[in-house]
């Protein structure tokens, strides 16, 4: 069955750390992949996509995901994070259709 | 612009009872999603609208959910006789096609409802 799998469930860093949040996702073909972002008390917001052509993709606030075909993964990644960067985050993909596969997300929690 | 919006943002109810809950998607979007998130779950797909109909319906947990959509824009999820397994958020999301995926497809979710079945 078509998974995603977020490795860290939480995630706790003080400000100007680095970030890694681990995605990956189960099936053998052609993914779209995408991370969303849940602020507290808001609602899910795209942060970055990923559909073809270079697979290091940058998004909004700095965030960038790197696309690795041959492990299946799409990792967020943040040189520096601030304490506005504490929220919820979800990795999903889809397989070319309208169903989109979600992970169970990581929080994250960024100390001042 | 408008995003996607949905009301009410919170919902009490007894068991029991049943309960309708809205989602007004972007304007000129023909595709309309709703999710359930449940407490440390990922988002769960329930069902989808292109236009009016509704081509997959495989997420519906049981056939106490039913979900319509009138004029291609507003939808509604009614949840009969609610179970305190209900007990979620609510999410609707729509794209301004569904195509195969791609640009068009990117889903823009709204704030949720948040349901709490006692």
Known sequence: ?112 | GAGVSQSPSNKVTEKGKDVELRCDPISGHTALYWYRQSLGQGLEFLIYFQGNSAPDKSGLPSDRFSAERTGGSVSTLTIQRTQQEDSAVYLCASSLATASGGVQGTQYFGPGTRLLVL
């Open chain 1, 1 to 112: 069955a078509q998974s995603v799998s977020q490795h860290n469930h939480h995630v706790i860093l003080s400000e100007a750390a680095s970030l890694e949040l681990g995605c990956n996702y189960s099936y053998g073909g052609t993914v779209n992949l995408f991370w969303y972002v849940q602020y507290p008390g808001q609602h899910l917001q795209l942060l970055l996509k990923y559909f073809s052509g270079d697979p290091l993709v940058k998004g909004i606030k700095g965030f960038e995901a790197e696309f690795i075909k041959s492990k299946f993964s799409f990792n967020l990644r943040k040189p520096s994070v601030q304490w506005s960067d504490t929220a919820e985050y979800f990795c999903a993909f889809t397989s070319g259709t309208y169903k989109y596969i979600f992970g169970t997300g990581t929080r994250l929690k960024v100390l001042a």
